[in-house]
């Protein structure tokens, strides 16, 4: 039930095309949802984070939705750039708890 | 900005031998974790300390396993005999408080090869 399930697996994307990743969850007691990008040889970084509260949240160009009865949320970036190219994670957890359950990765590609 | 720290980047350890993972958190930080990301396959919590003590372990931290603040600025991953399957990137992270939405910030992982 802690289980977080992401896709595609991986992903290539023309340059200025949308990036898409999806994840879904089962326990409904996860009220924070954030996406984490990581580079080759790097740690995972924070790009953005949603609260179950909202449907959507927008930073410049990536956008989480958040489909609370189909317990479902995703990531789209807009006008994707080769800079892009990543594996992107998304994770949940729940409030009083601090560990985040991760899903399995996706990773991106943006062709120049 | 300041960052999370690991060392060593990549440990090569025989089988059965102890292993301790360093790191350095980001100073005004109060809470810290370790996770582990087997090649190829998600990352997954290990354990989260706080005020010198463990707040929160998953099944996979098992006696094995042993988590240290030995002074004010390292927090410690040891392994005591380690196994093949303890062969993973380990994570370390940091954050500034407790609690849904404080941001969670990750150092770049020590290799751990168990040969």
């Known amino acids: 039930q802690q289980q977080v399930k992401q896709s595609p697996q991986s992903l290539i994307v023309q340059k200025g095309g949308i990036s898409i990743i999806n994840c879904a969850y089962e326990n409904t007691a996860f009220d924070y949802f954030p996406w984490y990008q990581q580079f080759p040889g790097k740690g995972p970084a924070l790009l953005i984070a949603i609260r179950p509260d909202v449907s959507e949240k927008k930073e410049g160009r990536f956008t989480i939705s958040f489909n609370k009865s189909a317990k479902q949320f995703s990531l789209h970036i807009m006008d994707s750039q080769p800079g892009d190219s990543a594996t992107y994670f998304c994770?949940?957890?729940?409030?009083?708890?601090?560990?985040?359950?991760f899903g399995t990765g996706t990773r991106l590609t943006v062709i120049p | 900005e300041p960052e999370v720290t690991q060392t060593p980047s990549h440990q090569v350890t025989q089988m059965g031998q102890e292993v301790i993972l360093r790191c350095v958190p980001i100073s005004n930080h109060l809470y810290f974790y370790w996770y582990r990301q087997i090649l190829g396959q998600k990352v997954e919590f290990l354990v989260s300390f706080y005020n010198n003590e463990i707040s929160e372990k998953s099944e996979i931290f098992d006696d094995q396993f042993s988590v240290e603040r030995p002074d004010g600025s390292n927090f410690t991953l040891k392994i005591r005999s380690t196994k093949l399957e303890d062969s993973a990137m380990y994570f370390c992270?940091?954050?500034?408080?407790?609690?849904?939405?404080?941001?969670?910030?990750f150092g770049d992982g020590t290799r751990l090869s168990i040969l």
């Open positions: 992270a940091s954050s500034e408080a407790k609690g849904v939405g404080q941001p969670q910030h």
């Open positions: 994770a949940a957890s729940i409030t009083g708890a601090n560990n985040l359950f």
